[in-house]
Structures are given as C-alpha cells and as structure tokens.
C-alpha cells in the first residue's frame, strides 16, 4: 500500500540555507522554462525531457552554474519531468495554463529520490550541503521510501513529506457491528444518514470569514517590498492554515466515528466540481471530497467498506417507500408528499434510505460476480 507522512522541522537559524536551496532550484527551473520557449520559437517543436537533462548536466559543469552542483543530479531531473508533466496536462486540457517562471519566493518544493540525502535518527541530511534538519518525528517511517519531498509552507514553515511503498501498518482493531447505512451530503447539515442521526456542517471559513478579510485589506494596503507587508502575509497565511487543519480535524474525526458504528457506509459519488461553479466557497468550506478521501483510506486499514453510487441516482427526488419520482422537486422543499402513496418525507433523508438501498445492492452484485465466474 502507498501512503505519504508528513513531518514538521524543527525551526533553526540553519534552516537559512534551505532558502538558498529553494533559491537555486527556482533558478534551474526558471532556465528549463526559457529554453523550453526558445527552443519551441525556433523549431516549433517541443524540447524532448532527455536532451534537456543532458544540457544540465553540461551547465553544472561551467563555473557560472557552480551553485546548481547543491542540488543532486535526481532532483533536477525530478524538475524537468514536473516541467514535462505540466505541459502534458497543459495539452490535455486538464490544466488552465501551460508552466511559466516563477518567483524565487513562490518556488516552494524540492524531490529528492533515491541519492542526495539520508536519516539519522529525526534527521534529515542533504550530502551535498552538509544540512542537517531535524524534525517532530511523531511516527516511525514503516516501508520503503520511494521519495522525499522538502516543502516550504505560505507561513514559511519547513515540512519533510515522505513518499513511501509497502506500508506495514499496524491498525487498531475495531470490532465489526453488522450494520450498514447511507449518508446524504448537503450544505446546511453536513451528512443525514439512514439511521436518521444528522451531522451539522462545521463551516470553519464561514466562521472566520471577517477576520480572513481583514487581515486580507490589511496586506493591500502595505508596501510592496516592505517589513510590514512581509508581517501581514504571514499573519493572513497562518489563519489560512489554521482553517485548513480544523477542517481536516473535523474529517478525521468524523470518519473515525462512523467507522466504529458502521461496517458498510453508502455515499453518492458526486460532482464536486460542478457543485462548486453553483455554490462556489460553500462547497470549498465543506472538504466533501477530503473527507471521501480519509474515510476511505481509514475503511482500508480497518477491514470497513465505503460503497460508492452513481451521482445521478436522484435520490432526493425518487420515494424510498414506492419508487415514484417527484421531478419537480425543488432545492428549497425540504419536505414532501409523494403522490403514488401519500408518505411525507424529509428530503435528506429519503434520499440517505435510497443511498443505503443502491449501496448494498452494488455490493451484493461484487459479492456474487466472483463465484459466477468460478
């Protein structure tokens, strides 16, 4: 099993010379992204990764590049793939804008693989520099490290975020309870499940919505360039951060939960995206597909099952009890009356019942396709 840990450093004034790292590894990308552009003006074609590679290797050789010889041969070859892998996305549509320069104090992570560094204990030591940062070690690194990522964060914090294959994991066993439920997402309540237990939406940006902006016309109205703007900054990235760990707090401890009340959890599989373009930083504030993503890796190492439904269901809209569909059905009834049997429903959930009805159907049908086959 793949897995990635994330460790804090410890703040020290040698940290400086991570900046400096950070600094030549703006400069090499920055140099990667004009021949890039030079060679495509030229010939119309696109610079192949490999010939790139083997430029660099010539450049480090020259004394006006000298300082590029900090960085290891695999991290540099770990940025002109990055600088690869952007333009593929790029081509594909599946990203806005092709790679540009950046700026040596926006160019905030560096890839070692599997030469350039070692550990000592909570220390991780770069060879070619000779530094050593130490971190909060809170867990033991179990499997094979495949890579190594340094971070720096918008409050200039230093992170090491460990890439790691093989995972030996040693979970805590939760006893199984035989009990399956459906759970409907919405805005004001966060989750209805069948069971009719409701969890209400945290709202963690909401919450701290007025002072985000005022620390936010606080950094316009500095000097560029100035102490003051540099303060501002990292006082607004910090209540940042702030909202972001409560809203992944809220998720870990929610899937936990449900975890131990239930073996099998039903959820729609849904747009997220186009939820956002409806309802913008409402659906940003919720993490919906965050807490997808720590529910289902915990429900892993468990031994639970979370069951994933077509989005286009319409759970909302069709009655649990005979099946009729109310299509008419708007966003602001929260309560209705089907027309085929009389029986008034709560919205919510209605919908978590048929949640649970699609989730452990798709299931049975995984259950029983293996001993058809056999």
């Known amino acids: 099993m793949r897995a990635s840990y994330k460790y804090k450093i410890y703040q020290s004034k040698r940290n400086k010379k991570a900046d400096q790292l950070f600094s030549t590894a703006c400069w090499v990308y920055n140099h990667c992204i004009a021949l890039h552009k030079r060679y495509y003006s030229l010939y119309h074609k696109s610079l192949k990764t490999n010939t790139l590679q083997k430029h660099l290797v010539k450049l480090k050789k020259k004394d006006r590049y000298s300082s590029w010889r900090t960085l290891s041969s695999q991290s540099i070859q770990q940025i002109t793939q990055k600088i690869e892998k952007g333009y593929k996305m790029f081509f594909q549509k599946q990203a806005k804008r092709a790679p540009g320069f950046r700026g040596r104090h926006k160019y905030k992570s560096i890839t070692f693989k599997d030469s350039g560094w070692c550990l000592n204990g909570n220390e991780f030591i770069i060879n070619s520099i000779g530094l050593r940062l130490r971190f909060f070690k809170s867990r033991d690194i179990a499997g094979n490290i ?3 990522t340094l971070k720096k964060d918008a409050a200039g914090d230093l992170w090491l975020c460990f890439s790691l294959d093989d995972v030996k994991s040693d979970p805590k066993i939760i006893p199984m309870t035989g009990r399956t439920a459906g759970f409907d997402f919405g805005l004001k309540t966060f989750l209805t499940c069948s069971d009719g237990d409701r969890v209400e939406s945290p709202q963690v940006l909401l919450k701290s919505l007025a002072t985000l902006r005022k620390r936010s016309k606080l950094v316009s109205k500095k000097v560029k360039g100035s102490a003051g703007r540099k303060k501002a900054k990292l006082s607004l990235a910090r209540l940042h951060r702030s909202v972001s760990n409560q809203r992944d707090d809220f998720a870990w401890k929610l899937a936990t939960d449900l975890l131990q009340k239930y073996d099998v959890l039903c959820f729609e599989d849904l747009n997220m995206k186009g939820m956002q373009m409806m309802w913008g930083r409402k659906i940003s504030d919720l993490g919906f597909a965050g807490f997808m993503n720590k529910i289902e890796y915990l429900a892993l190492n468990k031994g639970k099952t979370v069951v994933r439904i077509d989005g ?24 209705w009356t089907c027309a085929g049997c ?33």
Do not use: F, M, W
């Open 146 to 148: 495949k890579t190594v």
């Open 312 to 335: 286009l269901l319409a759970s909302s809209k069709t009655c649990y009890t005979c099946g009729v569909k109310y299509k008419e059905l708007g966003l602001a009834e929260r309560v």
């Open 342 to 374: 009389g029986q008034l429903h709560d919205r919510d959930l209605n919908a978590s019942l048929n949640i649970k009805r699609a989730g452990t159907s798709a299931l049975e049908v995984e259950l029983i396709r293996p001993a058809l086959a056999g």
